[in-house]
């Protein structure tokens, strides 16, 4: 079946722009998981959605990024006053969340958001 | 916090060659520790995760709860092992669905 999907793959934006990366998640799948991916620094966690509310927003790294998702599904990353910090390949990831260690999480492409 | 350290950025090897990457964890509860892989131009993808105690494409892990360690090993390197490879710890909540704390990495470089 079809895997998580990102869009857009690539984006290029000026200092100060408001961008919106957008993940749709596997069928099903009930959570979902925004992550970060700087040269340099890994992945770093940034907000995870079970269902459309977000239990862990622990790892926003700044008011100016938020995320919501609707209807269980489609999620989206906003990030206002984007700043040249702020490029970095974006994951999404979904999973089935089990109860104790029943649990996998499929990634999408990713999105690479480059700010100039 | 928990933390997930690996310390190899780069590892060459040679084919045929065996193969540890290391990985060690902080963190005082119950972790669950995975590997996960991403092999050029595809998507990150597990590889194994120590619960379920398996081995996948010849690669197997051990959680070393003393030595806070989860290393991945294969006894003998292919080519095509050639990847990311990224340790990645779930505290264990009960609820099944935590973010991932990944380790920075290391570039597997399996030489002909």
């Known amino acids: 079946g079809a895997g998580v999907s990102q869009s857009p793959s690539n984006k290029v934006t000026e200092k100060g722009k408001d961008v919106e990366l957008r993940c749709d998640p596997i069928?099903?799948?009930?959570?979902l998981y925004w992550y970060r991916q700087s040269l340099g620094q890994g992945l770093e966690f940034l907000i995870y959605?079970?269902?459309?509310?977000?239990?862990?927003k622990s790892g926003l790294p700044s008011d100016r990024f938020s995320a919501e998702r609707t209807g269980g599904s489609v999620s989206t990353l906003t990030i206002q006053r984007t700043q040249q910090e702020d490029s970095a390949v974006y994951l999404c990831?979904?999973?089935?969340?089990?109860?104790?260690?029943?649990?996998?999480?499929?990634f999408g492409p990713g999105t690479r958001l480059t700010v100039t | 916090a928990q933390r997930v350290t690996q310390p190899e950025k780069l590892l060459s090897v040679f084919k045929g060659a065996p193969v540890e990457l290391k990985c060690n964890y902080s963190?005082?509860?119950?972790?669950?520790l995975f590997w996960y892989v991403q092999y050029s131009r595809q998507r990150l993808q597990l590889l194994l995760r120590?619960?379920s105690r398996e081995s996948i494409k010849g690669f197997t892990a051990d959680l070393n709860k003393g030595e806070t360690s989860f290393h991945l090993k294969k006894p003998f390197a292919q080519e095509e092992d050639s990847a990311m490879y990224y340790c990645?710890?779930?505290?264990?909540?009960?609820?099944?669905?935590?973010?991932?704390?990944f380790g920075k990495g290391t570039h597997l470089i399996i030489q002909p």
């Open positions: 990831a979904s999973s089935t969340p089990g109860t104790g260690y029943s649990y996998e999480q499929y």
């Open positions: 069928s099903g799948h009930t959570a």
């Open positions: 959605f079970q269902g459309n509310s977000a239990p862990d």
């Open positions: 963190y005082s509860g119950s972790p669950e």
């Open positions: 120590h619960i």
């Open positions: 990645a710890l779930r505290p264990y909540s009960g609820g099944g669905a935590d973010g991932l704390t």
